[in-house]
């Protein structure tokens, strides 16, 4: 049975291993352990008959946009729907808060736009909202941004928004 729920503290390990062959692929970044214990509230996990098989994050960036990160299935669970419920959790989620735009930075451009996110060229916010963005200290602000320190972490990579 399939069950999306809040990550907890001991799924960090299994959260590692599934994104390690993503990170050697250079599809997701990797993260310190320490990152994903301190970002652990931010993570949902797919448990699938009591075994976590993906994960994905939804991190809040600004009053009306937030991110979803490392959208990540195992690999030996591909094509069964996990992604799309971790997603779907994800944007509900992000209902809940408030949030009224989904940013992804992603290669994974078809299934993102089958949900309804649409690839932009632009940083979508004012320029007052950036100089405020510009102050955080997260790579991933960072990379949403467009900041040169991280262009070799963005490059191949597609910026897609989705309105809620």
């Known amino acids: 049975m399939l069950l999306i729920r809040s990550a907890q503290t001991l799924d960090v390990p299994r959260i590692q291993k599934i994104a390690e062959p993503l990170v050697a692929d250079r599809v997701l970044l990797g993260k310190e352990m320490v990152e994903l214990y301190e970002s652990i509230q931010e993570f949902v996990v797919a448990e699938l008959d009591g075994e976590v098989v993906g994960f994905g994050a939804l991190h809040v960036m600004w009053q009306d946009l937030a991110e979803v990160r490392t959208l990540a299935v195992d690999v030996n669970y591909k094509r069964r729907g996990l992604g799309a419920a971790m997603l779907n959790e994800l944007l509900e989620r992000a209902k809940q808060l408030g949030i009224r735009r989904v940013?992804?930075?992603?290669?994974?451009?078809?299934?993102?736009?089958?949900?309804?996110?649409?690839?932009?060229?632009?940083?979508?916010?004012?320029?007052?909202?950036?100089?405020?963005?510009?102050?955080?200290?997260?790579?991933?602000?960072?990379?949403?941004?467009?900041?040169?320190?991280?262009?070799?972490?963005?490059?191949?990579?597609?910026?897609?928004?989705?309105?809620?």
């Open 103 to 164: 940013f992804c930075l992603t290669f994974e451009v078809e299934f993102f736009q089958s949900y309804g996110f649409e690839a932009i060229s632009d940083i979508p916010v004012d320029a007052n909202t950036y100089a405020e963005m510009v102050r955080s200290h997260d790579e991933g602000v960072a990379e949403f941004l467009d900041l040169a320190r991280v262009k070799q972490n963005t490059l191949g990579n597609s910026r897609m928004l989705k309105y809620l």
